[in-house]
Nanobody, 129 residues
């Protein structure tokens, strides 16, 4: 069983940076594909970024590419989302997710919420203009 707990959200002004953390428990953490999703009010939960078990492969949504960076520390059993140049449209609840059923391959990494079977409780990020 994998448990995920996010932290690091808050209220910032446009252009600022935030670093989200996701602490995990579970002995198989280092083998898991991990991702960040977000959900804005009245909208569906959407993919933000994903990282392979080794950390060597990452993919991002077009809306955050070049501004957000996902990383992981398997020794600390944690995954991070560094968010720079934040915009008001980045306002959302951010969720950490893990999948025990899908892996990254030459064709890519899992990016739909249905491919993930473990979720954190979410952390609120609010960006003011």
């Amino acid at each position: 069983q994998v448990q995920l707990v996010e932290s690091g959200g808050g209220l910032v002004q446009a252009g600022a940076s935030l670093r989200l953390s996701c602490a995990a428990s579970g002995s198989i953490f280092s083998t898991l594909v991990l991702a960040w999703f977000r959900q804005a009010p009245g909208k569906e939960r959407e993919f933000v970024g994903v990282i392979s078990w080794s950390g060597g492969t990452t993919y991002y949504a077009d809306s955050v590419k070049g501004r957000f960076t996902i990383s992981r520390d398997n020794a600390k059993i944690a995954v991070y989302l560094q968010m720079n140049s934040l915009k008001p449209e980045d306002t959302a609840v951010y969720y950490c997710a893990a999948t025990t059923r899908y892996y990254c391959s030459d064709y890519g990494c899992p990016r739909t919420l249905y491919e993930y079977d473990h979720w954190g409780q979410g952390t609120q990020v609010t960006v003011s203009s």
